[in-house]
Every structure is written in C-alpha cells, then in structure tokens.
C-alpha cells in the first residue's frame, strides 16, 4: 500500500514537471559585421515592437517562454562596458500582424492576450560577445496555431554613458520571419513608428512545455485519494 502511493506521487510530479527547457534562436545567421541598438543598446526612450512569424515555432505546440536572449556577436565598434540604466518594460502578445502586415500604429499590433512580462532593469557589465538574457518575471504561453509572436518594448530614463552595444540583426535585406516598428532616434513617437518590413533583432526564446498548475495538483490529489480509497477497501473487515 505504502509503496503504491510513493509510486503514484512519484509518477504524477514526474509528469507535472516534465520537459526541459529550450532555447529557438531565431534570424539566423546574423548579419556579418552588422547591428542595430535599438531598443536595448543605446538611449531609446520611446516604443519598440518586434513581430516573429508563426511558422517559426512551428511544431512546438502550445509552449511556454520564460526568457528572452539578444547578442552582440558582429559589431564590437561601440564599446560598451556595461548595458543601459533605465527601465524597460516588456510586453508579449498574439497578433494577427506579420512581418509583411505589420501596422505603423503600435497599438494596432497589440495581441487581445497582451501581457506584460518583465519591467526593470537589465544592467550588467559588459563585453563584446557577450549576450542579454532577460529572465520573464511572467512567463508568456504561445500557441502558434492563433497567430504570431510580437515583442513590445518601452524604454524609460534609458540612458547609454558606457558606450553603445550593437545587437545582431537578421542577415537577409527582407526577412520573411520578422519586422519590426520603432522610433526613430529613440525619442518617443507614438502612437505611430516607422515600420522596417523583414528586419530586425536575433532573438533567442527559452521555453518548455505549457502546463496548467492547477489541473496538475487536481490529477494528484485524486490519485491520492484513489489510493487511499483502494487500501481502505482492501483493508476492511471481512466476514467468515
């Protein structure tokens, strides 16, 4: 009965935390000797979008990400010691955008699912080379079945004095898996940008599997309960 009941717990936490986290990398390869700061490597107080195809994901299912990575592999001309001060407040959604429908207005890209999921800071020393992970205080949940991916930025009191970080940028001169919406000069122009169709950041999204908590602590307790139930019937008084 014992060991029943430890296999039973042992099996549902097993498939409640199944799944190691992955990092997709998309825009590769990256522009050879190329860049662009904005929004994460210079002063850019204003509002930033990024919309990634769905076919990007494709084969993923219903996924889950929890951080965001950015990297500064070709250009080193800025010389940055250490990232930007200010707060940046991130916000992911579901668009029916894409990256050759992406609307000027930047509300008119905004997903009905928009959530914020991460607003701070990102600084840190600095070094060519180096990569910007930005760990999501609110994990995203993306079913690429409904729609594309788009990534809102906004940069407050974002101010540069160790030196500007040049993050890699989609190699081809008209991607056909993103683009993107920004001010330009990093001075806040909405509630209309310019939009840069089939360009934009290399991004690297970390995710596991969507799971749903609170169906998972009920799947436990009834086979708990189950158990429990099966060895108090086991255990009951029998007549001669």
């Not at 084969?59 to 965001?68: A, P, Y």
């Not at 989609?170 to 330009?184: A, I, P």
Request: net charge neutral.
């Amino acid at each position: 009965m014992k060991r029943l009941l430890l296999a039973v717990i042992a099996a549902a936490f097993s498939v409640t935390c199944a799944g190691a986290a992955t990092t997709l990398v998309v825009g590769t390869p990256a522009a050879l000797g190329g860049g662009n700061c904005y929004p994460w490597g210079c002063s850019y107080n204003a509002e930033y979008q990024q919309v990634y195809t769905h076919s990007l994901f494709s084969g993923l299912g219903t996924i889950s990400i929890t951080r965001l990575s950015f990297y500064n592999t070709q250009s080193s001309t800025g010389g940055a010691t250490a990232t930007n001060s200010g707060t940046f407040t991130v916000s992911l959604s579901t668009t029916s955008a894409d990256w050759n429908t992406l609307s000027g207005t930047f509300a008119s890209n905004l997903g009905a699912d928009n959530r914020v999921v991460f607003s701070g800071s990102v600084a840190q020393a600095w070094a060519f080379g180096n990569t910007l992970t930005i760990t999501l205080s609110t994990p995203f949940t993306y079913d690429p079945s409904r729609g594309n991916l788009l990534m809102d930025v906004v940069g407050s009191g974002i101010t540069n004095p160790n030196g500007t970080i040049f993050f890699d940028v989609t190699s081809n001169s008209v991607s056909t898996v993103t683009s993107r919406d920004y001010c330009s000069g990093g001075v806040a122009c909405s509630p209309t940008g310019s939009v840069d169709t089939g360009f934009g950041l290399v991004t690297g999204f970390t995710y596991g599997p969507a799971s749903v908590p609170a169906l998972s602590t009920w799947a436990l307790a009834a086979l708990i309960l189950l158990v429990l139930a099966s060895g108090l019937w086991a255990l009951r008084p029998r007549r001669a």
